[in-house]
């Protein structure tokens, strides 16, 4: 039988992200966490309060910078749906993971992605041999998907965090209306694209190693 999965609820700043922090952090090695969770859960929030936990021994690279530029999802036709599985470079991804793993004397570049363009921009955050721990967020590190299996395949863990789901949809429109979509645009793109998006995700909880509610996380 599977071993029952972790669950663990992350109230305020305190001495539960200190715990976490240090199961992510074994001083002398490398090590590569992910954190999973649908849109709007809170996975960038909870990487940055991770990473600064960590302290400098801390680095994020995010998963979104492997979105496909606009170009290129126009080219595909899928620059309506982006944020989907196959709207992102998985396999570029996994290929970036893996060079970060290998812990090169050199610098590796990592993508970025820029929210007020929508868009990556490369080489945007350089990853030195020094960091211990490399955090990596996005909605889809655990598919059991070509392309996101071998990316899995060069984390040590993946956490799954997960958020009440009414107060995620409110952020998530919210977020949407900060970055410049209308009222109606962001219910409407939350519903029709983030919700598809989301359910995918969800059903990959499963696949964590430890899975957090982050409902009564505070800022
Ligand atoms: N604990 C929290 N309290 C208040 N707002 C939050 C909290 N966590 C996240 N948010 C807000 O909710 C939105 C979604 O969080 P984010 O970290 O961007 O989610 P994800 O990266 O999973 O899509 C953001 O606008 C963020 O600022
Ligand atoms: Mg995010």
Redesign the pocket.
């Known amino acids: 039988m599977a071993r029952a999965q972790e669950y663990i609820s992350l109230s305020g700043t305190g001495a539960a992200l200190a715990e976490l922090a240090a199961r992510a952090h074994r001083p002398g090695r490398r090590r590569l966490i992910g954190v999973a969770g649908v849109?709007?859960a809170?996975?960038?929030?909870f990487?940055v309060a991770l990473a600064r936990a960590i302290g400098p021994a801390a680095v994020q690279v995010?998963m979104?910078g492997f979105h496909l530029a606009d170009v290129e999802l126009e080219r595909l036709g899928r620059r309506d749906r982006k944020g989907a599985p196959d709207t992102f470079d998985a396999y570029g991804y996994a290929s970036l993971l893996s060079r970060i793993q290998a812990r090169p004397s050199h610098v590796v570049y990592a993508p970025g992605f820029e929210r007020d363009l929508e868009q990556p921009i490369a080489a945007s955050l350089p990853v030195g041999p020094e960091p211990e721990v490399v955090v990596t967020?996005?909605?889809y590190l655990l598919l059991d998907q070509p392309g996101w299996r071998e990316a899995r395949a060069c984390l040590d863990e993946v956490w799954y965090v997960e958020t009440d789901d009414e107060v995620r949809s409110q952020r998530l429109v919210e977020r949407h209306i900060r970055f410049g979509k209308s009222p109606d645009e962001a219910a409407v793109w939350v519903q029709a694209v983030d919700s598809e998006n989301a359910r995918l995700v969800e059903k990959t909880r499963l696949r964590a190693d430890l899975r957090i509610d982050l409902s009564a996380f505070q800022l």
């Open positions: 849109p709007g809170g996975k960038s929030t990487a995010p979104d967020e996005g909605n």
